[in-house]
């Protein structure tokens, strides 16, 4: 258990996302995701019907939740929260079981061929305690990403979810996610999964 | 009406393979079996007595191969004592653990005491079944705990599993009495002992299926996103028609007819179709259960590789092979003893 007296939480201002997916691949290069497998990615749609059409844009990953239902199913205490509530995957103790994949309802966790054992995003742990930003945050060219503890009401966090109205993805399932979005679509909040399509 | 277009989407994996289907189904049935088994020596149904040690034998034959699908199946095996040595008792696979091992151990020891016809099988017994049913109930609460899906997210879940489970075991029984009476010492008489049993457990089966599959559909989006996946969708030809029609409505027609019921050929061909159904069962819920996508606009990848399917019949044929063999040992162990 890391230092409880921060709460460590993303921040993504969705007015300002210009889907350029520089935080899919900063990423990949900051942690060495291996091929198929992301960490963050951005997700977009189209609605409405012409001349009255919006790009909805969703950059996603782990939420980092409080009530993390990985956490909960893990069983062999690897998946823990570190310094700030980070929920992170002690690599040395997983024994690779996949129960943490099935039990994530945001599709954040996936089996790293080369460790044969579960990963995903930090919040780039490595480099918070550096004193840096999360790469995603820093190499955001439109300033839609922010980073911050916000047990600090200084914080650029705290500030922003005093200023705006904000969502959390799958509210309803109550596991009190540490990443925010301001101008989240409620189609891309609850994903309305009947539009499905099969691929590969 | 908004039209909502996806264009840019991850397409992420199924998180369970086919090797944790097997698990469920391996473990399943040496679990029924050995409830069979119990039931005369421990809960005194007198009737099926004859069946007690073979089920006892087959049931320990088919622990061999379940545990070992589970080991295959993890990205570190080696690391599979870290099971015993954390334990999260919020974690399902955590109970499992010790389950299926306290399972293992009290099976081995009342079946060794019940062959030798030994009075303290009945208390080994006793302790095995409360394993057997927690092994059985356990694989459902896998599932069941996840609450994002909302297939597996019910209560229904583990009752499912351990009905299912007592099915396959009897279906497995009736087929060694028919097809190997002499290597696995089952009496004759096991289809038409545990035919009624059979009957409405299958019965039991389809209502807790159409049940499940009523309350998704009227469900949220997810709910029905996966009713649409099983009944119309990708999973169509393995669910509905290979596990619904072929493995449950049909074998519960036949065991409905008196003359596939007294006929020498046709009579273990509900068994044959009822444990194909419940393999499907298993696959279907396991691995296309976790196809539905949760975010994701397309459907979760699953094609598993040759390599686990060539593992899915090495494993099988493990189990068929112990079934043949574990009786014959038994007797010569027993007899080496006496």
């Known amino acids: 258990m890391g230092d409880t007296t921060k709460r460590y939480v993303m921040?993504?201002?969705?007015?300002?996302?210009?889907?350029?997916?520089a935080c899919t691949v900063v990423c990949k290069a900051e942690n060495g995701v291996p091929a198929g497998f992301f960490r963050t990615w951005v997700e977009e749609a189209d609605m409405g019907i012409y001349p009255n059409v919006t790009r909805i844009k969703l950059p996603r990953l782990c939420n980092h939740c409080t009530n993390a239902p990985c956490e909960n199913v893990c069983p062999v205490?690897?998946?823990?929260?570190?310094?700030?509530?980070?929920?992170?995957?002690?690599?040395?103790?997983?024994?690779?079981?996949?129960?943490?994949?099935?039990?994530?309802?945001?599709?954040?966790?996936?089996?790293?061929?080369?460790t044969g054992t579960a990963d995903k995003c930090t919040f780039c742990l490595h480099r918070v305690e550096a004193g840096l930003e999360p790469a995603c945050v820093s190499t955001?060219?439109?300033?839609?990403?922010?980073?911050?503890?916000?047990?600090?009401?200084?914080?650029?966090?705290?500030?922003?979810?005093?200023?705006?109205?904000?969502?959390?993805?799958?509210?309803?399932?109550?596991?009190?996610?540490?990443?925010?979005?301001?101008?989240?679509?409620?189609?891309?909040?609850?994903?309305n999964v009947h539009v499905l399509r099969g691929r590969r | 009406m908004?039209?909502?277009?996806?264009?840019?989407y991850v397409q992420h994996e199924?998180?369970?393979?086919?090797?944790?289907?097997?698990?469920?189904?391996?473990?399943?049935?040496?679990?029924?079996?050995?409830?069979?088994s119990t039931s005369s020596t421990v809960f005194g149904w007198q009737k099926v007595k004859p069946l007690a040690r073979p089920a006892a034998a087959m049931a320990l034959a088919f622990m061999v191969p379940a545990p070992l699908a589970l080991l295959i199946d993890l990205g570190k095996p080696m690391r599979f004592i870290n099971l015993f040595i954390n334990f999260n008792p919020t974690s399902a696979i955590s109970w499992g653990t010790w389950i299926l091992a306290l399972y293992g151990l009290t099976a081995v020891v009342y079946t060794y005491l019940l062959w030798r016809g030994e009075k303290a099988a009945r208390t080994w017994g006793a302790a095995g079944s409360l394993f057997a049913v927690g092994l059985a109930v356990y694989t459902g609460m896998l599932l069941a705990l996840v609450t994002a899906r909302p297939l597996w997210n019910s209560a229904l879940i583990p009752v499912l599993f351990?009905?299912?489970?007592?099915?396959?075991?009897?279906?497995?029984?009736?087929?060694?009495?028919?097809?190997?009476?002499?290597?696995?010492?089952?009496?004759?008489?096991?289809?038409?002992?545990?035919?009624?049993?059979?009957?409405?457990?299958?019965?039991?089966?389809?209502?807790?299926?159409?049940?499940?599959?009523?309350?998704?559909?009227?469900?949220?989006?997810?709910?029905?996103?996966?009713?649409?996946?099983f009944l119309a969708g990708p999973r169509q030809a393995t669910f509905l028609w290979v596990q619904v029609v072929l493995?449950?409505?049909?074998?519960?027609?036949?065991?409905l007819v008196p003359s596939v019921r007294h006929s020498d050929t046709l009579a273990s061909l509900p068994a044959v179709l009822s444990i194909v159904g419940v393999f499907f069962l298993r696959y279907n819920f396991v691995v296309?259960?976790?196809?539905?996508?949760?975010?994701?606009?397309?459907?979760?990848?699953?094609?598993?590789?040759?390599?686990?399917?060539?593992?899915?019949?090495?494993?099988?044929?493990?189990?068929?092979?112990?079934?043949?063999?574990?009786?014959?040992?038994?007797?010569?162990?027993?007899?080496?003893?006496?």
Request: charged share 15%; with cysteine.
């Open chain 2, 288 to 338: 296309g259960g976790g196809e539905v996508p949760l975010t994701s606009h397309l459907v979760n990848h699953s094609a598993a590789p040759a390599s686990e399917w060539i593992i899915t019949g090495a494993l099988i044929a493990l189990g068929l092979v112990l079934v043949a063999a574990v009786p014959a040992a038994l007797r010569r162990f027993v007899a080496s003893k006496a």
């Open chain 1, 140 to 191: 955001c060219i439109s300033h839609s990403r922010y980073f911050g503890d916000l047990n600090d009401p200084e914080s650029v966090v705290s500030q922003l979810l005093r200023t705006n109205d904000f969502q959390v993805m799958r509210s309803d399932l109550g596991t009190a996610p540490s990443v925010f979005y301001i101008g989240l679509n409620e189609h891309m909040a609850s994903k």
């Open chain 2, 14 to 36: 199924a998180p369970l393979p086919v090797l944790i289907a097997v698990y469920l189904f391996l473990a399943g049935i040496s679990a029924g079996l050995f409830l069979i």
């Open chain 2, 2 to 8: 908004e039209s909502f277009v996806p264009l840019w």
């Open chain 1, 77 to 114: 205490k690897a998946t823990y929260k570190a310094e700030g509530g980070v929920v992170v995957v002690d690599e040395e103790k997983c024994i690779g079981c996949r129960y943490c994949i099935a039990a994530c309802p945001y599709d954040a966790r996936y089996i790293n061929p080369e």
């Open chain 2, 162 to 229: 351990v009905v299912s489970a007592l099915a396959s075991g009897i279906a497995l029984a009736t087929i060694a009495a028919r097809w190997a009476p002499r290597l696995t010492a089952m009496p004759a008489e096991a289809g038409e002992l545990l035919h009624t049993l059979k009957t409405w457990l299958i019965g039991a089966e389809v209502v807790m299926l159409s049940l499940h599959f009523l309350l998704l559909a009227a469900g949220n989006a997810a709910g029905q996103a996966t009713v649409a996946h």
């Open chain 2, 247 to 255: 493995g449950l409505l049909l074998p519960l027609v036949l065991l």
């Open chain 1, 11 to 21: 921040v993504i201002d969705l007015r300002k996302c210009v889907t350029c997916h």
